[in-house]
């Protein structure tokens, strides 16, 4: 499978950011089996969970991001979303698109003070 993220960018804090992933290699019906989640890695930290989605949209998120993020997915498009709210310095990172061991090549998020 290949994962392609796209969507990042530079905001200030407070702003709004959404970034996307798209399987672009998948079957419809490969993509509809997979749990699909978000990472991120800021610099010099390991890569730590952001948040998930079944192909049914059952949910789940870091206490860090809970509130301000929200993760969907359009399973006819073979696509997921992060939208990102109220972002903060702190959410500063790569942010990974995956399924199982599948990993895109990551989008760079900065958001500035």
């Known amino acids: 499978a290949q994962l392609v993220e796209s969507g990042g960018g530079l905001v200030q804090a407070g702003g709004s950011l959404r970034i996307s992933c798209v399987a672009s290699?998948?079957?419809?019906?490969?993509?509809?089996?997979?749990?699909m989640n978000w990472y991120r890695q800021a610099p010099g930290k390991q890569r730590e969970f952001v948040a998930s989605?079944?192909?049914?949209?059952?949910?789940n998120y870091a206490d860090s991001v809970k509130g301000r993020f929200t993760i969907s997915r359009d399973n006819s498009r073979k696509r997921i979303y992060l939208q990102m709210n109220d972002l903060k310095p702190e959410d500063t990172g790569i942010y990974y698109c995956?399924?199982?061991?599948?990993w895109g090549q990551g989008t760079q998020v900065t958001v500035s003070s």
């Open positions: 995956n399924r199982s061991t599948d």
């Open positions: 290699r998948d079957i419809l019906s490969v993509f509809n089996s997979y749990v």
């Open positions: 989605i079944t192909y049914r949209h059952t949910t």
